[in-house]
């Protein structure tokens, strides 16, 4: 059975770094064709993707945040790390983890951690 | 970057035929992914590549993806069906993208 968990504070200040640990189990990462991704939600708006690491240790951005994130593995404790500069307001959001899929160029997201409500304020 | 549009909102009587769209310029070039979320859940996978069914998810999901329209159809539509669902597809140029998300209710 496929689980992600994502934890990390529920409050960040304007300006602070936010760090998210995606806690997966039921796959490796170490395996071709699987990856992990961040996606981010605000309240009452749509998904937006943010970063995906590959088996091999690849990582994408989303080019709007591409400066602010990085996104990392610990394959000894199958987590995903991500972390986001210079929050803002305007970053407030659930984030989710989820198990990404690939196949050729083509990405599907085919199980996904319950979200963490991450709100940035003073 | 390329974009994909959804209608905000799409209403449907029980046991009738919805059908949720997703335009992006020659989208039948793309594969495309759908999914569903509940309100405070997260979402769920419910098509992918353009028209297959992840196990546990009901015949009456179906996709279809032409020209610069993917379609999402469900069919006899249950109280249960009611959710955001998004499509998604994957660019050269802008990676991952998701649609707007359309609202489904069912009256």
């Known amino acids: 059975q496929v689980t992600l968990r994502e934890s990390g504070p529920a409050l960040v200040k304007p300006t602070q770094t936010l760090t998210l640990t995606c806690t997966f189990s039921?796959?490796?990462?170490?395996?071709?064709?699987?990856?992990v991704s961040w996606v981010r939600q605000p309240p009452g708006k749509a998904l937006e993707w943010l970063a995906r690491?590959?088996?091999?240790?690849?990582?994408f951005y989303t080019t709007s945040l591409k400066t602010r994130l990085t996104i990392s593995q610990d394959t000894s404790k199958n987590q995903v790390v991500l972390t986001m500069t210079n929050m803002d307001p305007v970053d407030t959001a659930t984030y989710y983890c989820?198990?990404?899929?690939?196949?050729?160029?083509?990405?599907?997201?085919?199980?996904w951690g319950q979200g963490t409500l991450v709100t940035v304020a003073s | 970057s390329f974009v994909l549009t959804q209608s905000p909102s799409v209403s449907v009587a029980p046991g009738k035929t919805a059908r949720i769209t997703c335009g992006g310029y020659?989208?039948?070039?793309?594969?495309v992914h759908w999914y569903q979320q509940k309100p405070g859940q997260a979402p769920v996978l419910v098509i992918y590549?353009?028209?297959n069914r992840p196990s546990g998810i009901p015949e009456r999901f179906s996709g279809s993806n032409s020209g610069n329209t993917a379609t999402l159809t469900i069919s006899s539509v249950e109280a249960g069906d009611e959710a955001d669902y998004y499509c998604?597809?994957?660019?050269?140029?802008?990676?991952?993208?998701f649609g707007g998300g359309t609202k489904l209710t069912v009256l």
């Open positions: 690491i590959h088996w091999d240790d690849e990582k």
């Open positions: 989820a198990r990404t899929m690939v196949a050729g160029p083509n990405y599907s997201f085919d199980s």
């Open positions: 039921g796959f490796a990462l170490n395996s071709g064709g699987v990856c």
């Open positions: 020659d989208i039948g070039g793309k594969v």
């Open positions: 998604q597809v994957w660019d050269s140029t802008s990676d991952v993208v």
């Open positions: 590549y353009d028209s």
